[in-house]
């Protein structure tokens, strides 16, 4: 049972457009996560959010968490092909730390 | 560099073989993680320790087992290695509130 969907699973662009990738569940999380991974290499914490409605922003990625913490979404303004990559959200159910983790966005940007 | 490192980084098995993979984090992290990559289906967790000397089952136990067997490291075993094991396998480390810290993986492939 996946728990999380994430949207779209793939997607290519050309350099400077914008793009939107959504996570969503019908649970709620203590907090969700999102990862970027590169080919060969394991997974790497972009953000974290915790609190309902939270907005963070990190250069030209925007993370949003939903009201009521069930979705999230993750917006690139434009796009770097150094932004190319394999994009995970990973929501988090318990104080184990355990994490439940979407399908993957993979982003191709190019030049 | 400080970090979770991952041995061996690539590995070829026969049906009914056994291994183990090993994990090693250097930031005395109290948690640790074995999750399996495959495509379409994002991270799946095998197994998890909360803490040392503590390990639980994931969405995915069967055919591996686990030993946390100091607060370093942490390692996963195949018994009878099956083709549905062909796999990335991710070991990773948590203790503060958010955010794992993932090795660089191992891929394993099973004929």
């Known amino acids: 049972t996946q728990l999380l969907e994430q949207s779209p699973q793939f997607l290519s662009i050309q350099e400077g457009e914008n793009l939107t990738v959504y996570c969503n569940s019908s649970s709620v999380f203590s907090s969700l996560q999102w990862y970027r991974q590169e080919p060969g290499e394991g997974p790497v914490l972009l953000v974290t959010v915790v609190t309902g409605g939270e907005v963070k922003k990190l250069k030209r990625l925007t993370f949003q968490f939903g009201d009521a913490r069930k979705d999230s979404s993750l917006h690139i303004t434009a796009a770097q092909p150094g932004d190319t990559g394999l994009y995970l959200c990973a929501g988090a159910k318990s104080n184990t730390g355990k994490l439940i983790f979407g399908q993957g966005t993979t982003l191709q940007v190019k030049p | 560099n400080a970090g979770v490192t991952q041995t061996p980084k690539f590995q070829v098995l026969k049906t009914g073989q056994s291994m183990t993979l090993q994990c090693a984090q250097d930031?005395?992290?109290?948690?640790m993680y074995w999750y399996r990559q495959d495509p379409g289906m994002g991270l799946r967790l095998i197994y998890y320790s909360a803490s040392e000397g503590t390990t639980d089952k994931g969405e995915v136990p069967n055919g591996y087992n686990v030993s946390r067997l100091n607060k370093r490291e942490f390692s996963l075993r195949l018994e009878s290695a099956a083709p549905s094991q062909t796999s990335v396998y991710f070991c990773a480390s948590k203790d503060s509130p958010y955010g794992y810290t993932f090795g660089s993986g191992t891929r394993l492939t099973v004929v």
């Open positions: 930031m005395n992290h109290n948690s």
